[in-house]
């Protein structure tokens, strides 16, 4: 990228912002004021009156429901404003009506709502109300405690009471020395009574309520034309709107661009960011448009160079002359000082904006970085290990073909069916979680939790003894369960090294010495002290399984019974605390690793056993691998049932009925469940319902926790070791255009 400035008087100003808006090559700069002579520009004429006129359109298109739709580009007529004018009389009039309708319509609905419970008791609404001598209350609650609470209340003389439904009609006397004006109220204050205004009419219920129906019918109606008429409206003016929208969205940018300048009462002073390749496309473009009107310089370029670190090139001073310099003497001493300052004369020391290029395969996976923060232009761009190692963790933890398959689905409809980059970028990811899902669930023969695939594919078809490997959830294998832990945690000192080696990478920018400290040190540590621990020195106060994992007779086995001792020397006796204790190469390489860590940064001494903490992190992995597929294994065991053979392997009843265990092993196998298909058609009915969702839950908790699990070690422990992030996301100043044709 290169640091470019653009100098000239404020007449060229409009021509210039219009030629480099136009290219859509350029990151402009915000100046910061900080120049004496110059401040932020103000924006040119019009620049309110089009941003009025772009809030009304975005507010008609809301109004419209119009979406980005496919639109042939066109152009604008020049009496585009009148017709956005009627057109915008014409919605506002029709919104409002509908507006006025639906509330009118809401006001029926609960005049309708009302009414319903006196058409339940059967009783015209004129003989409810007009009483002097009595009090009518109709409302829901119990007959039987509003009778006997107003039995009970000695200012009611006689009541009587009507039902229908829930509903309750009262209508009772007060006494003649009754002195409070709401006596039936009072005497029904401890009792749970809704009461029900009753409406003011002399039709009965039915009729009442057919009057609002009509009514309702009628606004209804009125409602569809309008409804009719808008969509009408959309068909016919959404492509005149899209495009007006787009012109003065374009014409705001352009109107608003001297915000970032820098300018004088003649002159002003533009800088921004361009691909260097570009740096002679913006001369030929501003040349073509100004001539000799401006001054163009190249001011700085950052490139990278063999360590991955930005290297400034500062005063490159790849100008052109201005032709303005006998024209307008004031502001040419004000642009020469700018230009030839030395370096970026408005934004000092401004980092370079950042374009992520990714491999097509990996592009998808920015989404994720970016989440984080978008990449430094003077850091690596992690994306590419992302991409190499997030469906890798994803797919060892669900590890199943039946899931993997809906989520390549699942991700293939993201990526195809929105327009946001993110939805589609996610989708991405999901398809190639969904691959390694595939890829794994094709290792340990599983689809849906079933080990079908295993005994097709490499018992029956291809004769492997080895594969597929077991999860570790039946009984007799339960040293796969910690096998996997040991992988994880495998998985994690080998991840943990690719990031301390990036980190390595990276700073051998500021020298070797530097490297070698600051990130070797870690690399030191991290290995010297994993290696001590798979290491058979104090192999009796370590658990067996680390040694068990990969020997010959183990889960995996590699032949891999751990590392011999390598023993340099053990300290004396007589030294307290170490004596006797034998000091092995592993463990001198991680006090190597300590002492470059206390000489160059002291203060993280203090954390040298994350290299040890931060591998455990990565047992989740195996942590979440055997819950999820122990929640798939349930639900098949309650729908298939399963029985354990003599041998102690494990089996679901899906092709037999529980009987077929007793038929075939006597008494010498157990059957653990017998099965909702096996139990009739009622439990089989509920058993395919709790099939179904049962693996529709693992599915989406295969998102929320494998996903998130493997987000956090990327994040959290990865990341952290060589990335930083911060940067700028490169914005060019410019519009490409969809609907409208310049």
Not at 117 to 143: C, H, N, Q, T
Not at 342 to 357: C, H, K, L, R, Y
Not at 375 to 391: R, V
Not at 455 to 472: F, I
């Amino acid at each position: 990228m290169s640091k470019v400035s653009v100098a000239g008087s404020k007449g060229v100003m409009p021509a210039v912002i219009e030629t480099i808006h136009e290219l859509n090559l350029v990151h402009l700069s915000d100046y910061d004021g900080s120049w004496a002579g110059f401040d932020n520009g103000n924006p040119i004429e019009g620049a309110e009156d089009a941003s009025e006129k772009l809030v009304t359109v975005r507010a008609l298109e809301s109004a419209l429901d119009l979406s980005e739709e496919d639109t042939a580009p066109g152009t604008i007529d020049d009496d585009w404003e009148e017709r956005l004018e009627r057109i915008r009389t014409r919605i506002n009039e029709l919104d409002d009506r509908r507006g006025e309708i639906r509330d009118e319509l809401r006001r029926l609905e609960e005049r309708i709502d009302r009414v319903a419970p006196f058409a339940e008791l059967g009783i015209d609404l004129d003989l409810l109300s007009g009483y002097e001598s009595v009090d009518v209350l109709v409302g829901e609650g119990s007959v039987d405690d509003v009778e006997a609470a107003l039995a009970a209340d000695d200012d009611v003389r006689a009541f009587e009471t009507f039902t229908g439904g829930d509903t309750v009609a009262v209508v009772a006397a007060p006494t003649e020395d009754a002195d409070a004006d709401n006596v039936v109220d009072d005497a029904l204050v401890g009792v749970e009574f809704a009461r029900h205004p009753i409406p003011e009419t002399d039709k009965s219920p039915e009729a009442y309520v057919a009057d609002l129906e009509d009514r309702k019918r009628e606004l209804e109606s009125e409602l569809e034309e309008i409804d009719a008429e808008l969509a009408e409206i959309k068909d016919t003016e959404g492509s005149f709107l899209l495009r007006v929208e787009e012109e003065l969205s374009i014409e705001v940018q352009r109107a608003e661009a001297p915000l970032q300048f820098a300018t004088s009462d003649r002159a002003f002073i533009a800088e921004g960011w361009i691909p260097s390749d570009e740096y002679d496309s913006l001369v030929d473009a501003l040349r073509g448009a100004v001539g000799d009107g401006v001054v163009i310089e190249e001011l700085e370029r950052a490139d990278y160079d063999r360590h991955g670190a930005h290297s400034h090139t500062e005063d490159v001073q790849k100008g052109t002359p201005s032709a303005a310099e006998d024209e307008e003497d004031v502001a040419d001493d004000q642009q020469q000082t700018a230009v030839t300052d030395g370096g970026s004369a408005v934004t000092m020391g401004d980092e370079p904006p950042t374009v992520q290029d990714n491999p097509g395969p990996a592009k998808p996976f920015e989404v994720l970085v970016q989440a984080v923060n978008q990449p430094k232009y003077s850091e690596l761009d992690p994306t590419i290990f992302l991409f190499l190692t997030f469906p890798a963790f994803f797919g060892f933890m669900i590890g199943d073909v039946g899931y993997g398959i809906l989520y390549v689905a699942i991700g293939a409809y993201m990526a195809t069916q929105f327009d946001s980059k993110g939805v589609t970028s996610l989708g991405g990811v999901a398809i190639w979680a969904g691959a390694f899902t595939i890829l794994f669930g094709i290792i340990y023969g599983e689809i849906f939790g079933l080990h079908v695939l295993g005994e097709v594919l490499w018992h029956d078809l291809l004769n492997v003894e080895l594969l597929p490997l077991n999860k570790g959830l039946e009984p007799g294998a339960a040293e796969f369960a910690l096998g996997w832990m040991v992988v994880s945690v495998l998985a994690g000192i080998v991840h943990l090294n690719i990031g301390y080696v990036l980190d390595f990478y990276e700073n051998l920018s500021h020298g070797l010495k530097d490297a070698l400290f600051h990130s070797g040190s870690w690399l030191l540590m991290l290995n010297g002290i994993w290696i001590w621990i798979f290491s058979e020195h104090g192999a009796g106060s370590k658990p067996d399984f680390l040694f068990e994992t990969f020997a010959s007779d183990g889960p995996f086995p590699i032949g891999f019974n751990g590392f011999p001792e390598m023993g340099l020397f053990a300290f004396p006796e007589s030294i307290p605390v170490l004596g006797g204790f034998l000091l092995t190469v592993p463990l001198l390489v991680f006090l190597i690793g300590l002492v470059m860590l206390v000489v160059s940064e002291p203060v993280e001494a203090v954390e040298a056993l994350d290299v040890v903490v931060n591998v455990f992190s990565y047992t989740r992995m195996g942590a979440v691998l055997l819950a999820k597929a122990g929640m798939a294994f349930v639900v098949n065991l309650l729908f298939f049932g399963a029985y354990e053979d003599p041998d102690g392997a494990f089996h679901f009843l899906r092709t037999h009925e529980p009987s077929y265990v007793a038929e075939t092993y006597g008494g010498e196998a157990t059957v653990i469940f017998d099965g909702l298909m096996h139990s009739g058609t009622a439990a089989l009915v509920g058993g395919l319902v709790i099939l179904v969702l049962g693996h529709l839950v693992v599915l989406i908790l295969g998102v929320t926790s494998a996903g998130l699990q493997a987000v956090r070690l990327e994040y959290v422990e990865f990341f952290n070791k060589f990335y930083e992030g911060g940067g700028d996301n490169y914005e060019p100043f410019g519009h490409d255009r969809t609907y409208s044709e310049d």
